[in-house]
C-alpha cells in the first residue's frame, strides 16, 4: 500500500477516494478537506474569531487543531455535564490538548452555573439525556460566543453526524429540519453563525487524523448515548458504505446541492417573532425560554445518582 502522493509507505486507505496516504499527506488530505468544506460553503473568513464547541472526543480535538493549523484564531468551549467519570475524562482531554498547545479554553460547569447536571436535568424535563444536553449546550454555546464576541461557533459534527442526521429526517420526512440541515447557519437575532467545517471527513479519518497528529482524544462515547437512534442510523449507513465506497458522501452532498434549497420554505426558525427571554436575555419564543424553563425545574430537583453503567462511580 502506497502513498497516492509520495509513493512512500501508506498508513490509511480511503476507499471512498480510492486512495492511500502516509501520515504526512493524509493530515494535508485533512486540512485540505476542510479548507474545501469552509470555503465552498462560505463559512468563515481569514480573520475571523472562532469559538469551537469542545467535548475532548475526536472530531471536536481534531477540528480545533486543523483550524490552528490552516492559520485561525480559534478559542475552545468547554461545557461540564455532570455525566459521572464520562465528564471528568472529556474535561481531561480537553484541557490537556489545550495546555500543550498554548489554546484559550473557556469552561463552563452546568452544575456550578446553573445547578443541574444532565441526568438531573433529563429526568426533572422528562426529556430523553440528550435531548436535555442538546438544549443545554446550544444555551451555553450561543450565550459564549455572544458575551465573547466571537464571529462564529465551530462544531466538529463530521460526515457521518450529518449523514445519519439527513437519513433520520427523511426517514419521516421532517421538513423543517431538512430546510434546516445546512452546513452553515447565519447569524441573527442574538444566535451566532454556525458552522461545521467537517463535513466533508468521516468518522474513521478523524479518529485515524488524532492519532498520527499525536492527539490524545477521550475514546470512550458518553453513556448516555446508548439506544439513541442516531447510533442506528449511523450503523445502517456504515453498512451501505461498506458495500457501496463513497454512499454516505454522496447521500450528504448531493443532498446539499441537490435538495436542501428545495426544503427552503419549510424552514421554521420562528426567528421573525423572537422576543428576549425576561431571564437569561436569550432570543426567545415566549416570556421565558426553554432552557430557563429546564434549568429552573433540574435546579430544583432531586440529584440523579448514575449507576455504573452509566458513568457512575
Ligand atoms: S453528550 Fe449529551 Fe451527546 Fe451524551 S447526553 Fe447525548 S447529546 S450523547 S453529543
Ligand atoms: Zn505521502
Ligand atoms: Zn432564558
Redesign the pocket.
Known amino acids: 500500500m502506497k502513498?497516492?502522493?509520495?509513493?512512500?509507505p501508506?498508513v490509511i486507505d480511503l476507499r471512498r477516494h480510492n486512495a492511500n496516504?502516509?501520515a504526512?499527506?493524509f493530515v494535508k488530505f485533512c486540512r485540505d478537506q476542510t479548507a474545501k468544506a469552509i470555503s465552498d460553503h462560505d463559512m468563515v473568513q481569514p480573520d475571523d474569531r472562532l469559538l469551537v464547541a469542545v467535548s475532548g472526543g475526536k472530531d471536536s480535538l481534531a477540528v480545533w487543531d486543523i483550524l490552528i493549523a490552516l492559520g485561525y484564531s480559534a478559542d475552545g468551549l468547554y461545557v461540564g455535564l455532570g455525566i459521572g467519570d464520562y465528564s471528568d475524562a472529556s474535561a481531561d482531554a480537553a484541557r490537556a490538548f489545550a495546555e500543550q498547545r498554548g489554546l484559550t479554553l473557556i469552561e463552563v460547569d452546568l452544575v456550578e452555573t446553573y445547578g443541574y447536571d444532565i441526568p438531573t436535568g433529563s429526568r426533572a424535563a422528562k426529556r430523553t439525556p440528550c435531548s436535555a444536553c442538546g438544549m443545554s449546550k446550544r444555551h451555553v454555546f450561543d450565550e459564549a460566543a455572544r458575551n465573547g464576541g466571537y464571529d462564529a461557533l465551530v462544531t466538529g459534527h463530521n460526515l457521518d453526524d450529518e449523514a445519519a442526521v439527513l437519513f433520520g429526517n427523511v426517514l419521516r420526512w421532517q421538513m423543517p429540519y431538512l430546510g434546516r440541515q445546512r452546513p452553515v447557519l447565519p447569524a441573527g437575532d442574538g444566535f451566532p453563525r454556525k458552522v461545521k467545517p467537517l463535513i466533508r471527513l468521516g468518522e474513521r479519518e478523524m479518529a485515524a487524523y488524532c492519532v498520527v497528529s499525536g492527539i490524545d482524544y477521550l475514546v470512550e462515547e458518553c453513556p448516555m448515548a446508548a439506544g439513541n437512534r442516531h447510533l442506528a442510523y449511523k450503523e445502517a449507513l456504515t453498512g451501505i458504505e461498506i458495500r457501496s465506497p463513497g454512499a454516505k458522501f454522496a447521500f450528504y452532498h448531493e443532498f446539499l446541492s441537490k435538495a436542501a434549497d428545495r426544503f427552503a420554505d419549510d424552514e421554521t426558525t420562528g426567528r421573525d417573532e423572537l422576543g428576549i427571554c425576561e431571564r437569561c436575555g436569550s432570543p426567545s419564543e415566549s416570556e421565558v425560554c426553554a432552557f430557563c424553563r429546564l434549568a429552573e425545574r433540574a435546579s430544583a430537583a432531586q440529584p440523579v445518582q448514575l449507576s455504573r453503567k452509566d458513568g457512575g462511580a
Not at 3 to 8: E, S, Y
Request: aromatic share 10%; charged share 25%; glycine share 10%.
Open positions: 502513498c497516492r502522493v509520495c509513493r512512500g501508506a496516504f502516509c504526512e499527506h
